[in-house]
């Protein structure tokens, strides 16, 4: 087997299907392909494989992940995926105390619920609301929900602000938000969040929030031994050449017989192609014929979040040996909106992960690096000690910067999208299936949904005659 | 002087300033430019200029506009503008009944306020307070109101339903918004449309929603003499040579000293550039370096609406004997938000327009040609009469099948965009100044806003030393 392979030659033969994008979905749906008999080929813009999980070294054969990284219950298909390819589990570190800063001051607390007795009523009545309704939205078709059109005429914030009756619940929320979304509950349809929401389970285990932000029990519960994207480098190994990195396609050509991907390294000519890029992405592709309009205008809607991941390197996790687990959750105040011990499973060198999305991206990315390193180092000082202030390391990752994904983690519909346009997310555009974490139902967003979005589109092309 | 020309040459010899697109903006920055003796070159995808305004030749030397054609008072900047260039300007018919049609039933009505007895007290109430809260929103800096964050967290519409109680006022402004969003209130900031009323007038009349949905002393009270798109051409004509048609810019590159645009036929370098497009398809172009991730955050958040006009000729305006203004409101049940009487000034051919917007177009836009047109002849029958189903002639044009607009009329920012990223909107980039109809703080979306935008763009070029 040979890993991919840089683009130099002007296209390749016709193959069955050609896969635009070496993330999760894609490579997932070439390699179920593959497994069928399709001769395939993958084109990925970048020099590398992975879409949004990406390893940094830490050195001696150790990593941490500047991409998507956590895994949960019912996530099964990105955990049968690493089963397969013969990658272990191992618990997110979860032991001691988290703390909660709000106004200032910063106050342990344990569990997944932050200790705001004036904010804690609400938000613990909005989550008990929005599970309720969320099973209320069918999971394959949300425009379908009895009240999709009011509930997609209105912010999550809006509905939230009269829930919580302005206790604080909607901050806390948005802490949520700000890693989940990239962008907080003013920019989010109600009736996407109720459906993404809806999404937190599986098939068996109905959708809730609590799902979504546990730890114990929930997304955050597991990490991938060897870095997230262990999970795409090994799979396009077993494609065996097939894969072709720095080859970003510019335009795709159908008609009745065939589509064609072209990008500056040539042209491949296909039956059939599985896009599994970022919708906003899709539609900046030049297509002929054109994308129909409202598909067109739907991919454009879905606009990527806003995120950075920070973290800094410790020789050791020390606020361990003071009972902490790292975990911080910033009401106010912050430049981050949480934070975890991203500390490899070895147990050294010590690692603080922390996010910086929504909002807080919009003060902070702009700002010198400088500033931001000191904002963030002192976030974690509030979680974890004056330590904190003195890493050996400090490694920023900015989403809204890669060409090639401009934001993260995920695509969020503003309201008045999903309700009226939400047919035409998935929907194939005659030879052209979609794959992506946006084109999932359950854990849209996630790991688990990019996985699920690639078996569903190579089973849907597999299903055809030709 | 000569026409513009079709690109066939390999780029041309450096100018002082390069202009992306010869829309209104576009056209009018490069006319001041020229003005101030500087050397420019215009740069138009299509083979026509006058970006969203589109004559439409009805024979005999007349035309009926496909695009943008209203003008009204404290529209000064395009009015100026057609003076200089000799444009008259005529009034739109507006003599006779309205008609307003809602559960099937079409009831004649007189004036711009539909006979409604139960909507129209929630929209006068709801009319009155839209007014007051734009007069707090700072004209060239929205984002600065009191009230930003919490206007921008949610959608017109939830604002609207709490005002109107339910009453059908929503559904009344959705009719407006039909035509001049090409969405509805759900798709819209607060904020963002608070602002958009606020620039319904100019630097010495508060602007008013009365201003912006009114025939006489409103948006709607003229028309220009030979159509919108003569002032597109005649500048052009002035121009003498320097628009180049047929030239999409894919890229755009800039350093210390100049910047290039490059399209199919070539590659310009000037000084400056203004890029005069809708800010979607800026964000298409690549950029390097790239643009400010802020920037192209909100460029891609600033999401066109839908919009389709519907023109039917007669050998006369036969609903005036009538007693009929063609002028028509669809509450519901239309395939038409609402109707005018599109008549050249001559008086023949007959012509009714309607407006098909929002949530409409999503309904009818992917039917057959066949069913559209027979809605939209049985919603000019409503209005004027059965005589309206058999036109000797029936032209439709869809703004979002066209590749080098991609929507219409304007574009509108959903909630969480303007409050934080607002500032961003015409923030030149380096080299890189912005126009457009979506750059006008004033009759934002309109006719008016592109002329003044220009002009803005043009005098910050001028300004600069090299």
Redo the contacts between chains.
Sequence with gaps: MSGPGRAGVSGGAPVDVAVVGAGLAGLTAARALVATGRSVVVLEARDRVGGRTLNHDLGDGQVVEAGGQFVGPTQNHVLGLAAELGIATYPTWNEGAGVYVHRGRARRFTGDIPPDPLAVPGLGLAMLRMNQLARQVPIDAPWRARSA?RW????F??WL?RVTAGTGGLDLVDVFLGSAYG??????SLLFSLHYIAGMGDEHHPGTIERGIGVAGGAQESRFVGGSQRLSTIMAEQLDGRVVLGAPVHAIDQDARSVTVHCGAGSWTARRAVVAVPP?LAA?ITWSP?L???Q??LF??L??G?LMKCEAVYDEPFWRADGLSGQGVFRSGGALCSTFDNTPPSGAPGVLMGFLGG?AW??W??RPARDRRDAVLRDFAQVTGRAALRPRAYVEQ?W??E?WT??GPTAVA????LA??GPWRDRPFDRVHWAGAEHANYWNGYLDGAVRSGTDAARAVAALAD
């Design positions: 059109a997609d005429a209105q912010t914030a809006t602000r962008g907080s509950a003013a920019e989010a906003a900046r054109r129909p309009p409202p067109d205008a454009g809607r606009t990527f806003m909002r919009r003060t990315a702009p900015d809204t910067a060409e401009r934001g503003p309201p008045g999208a009226d346009l």
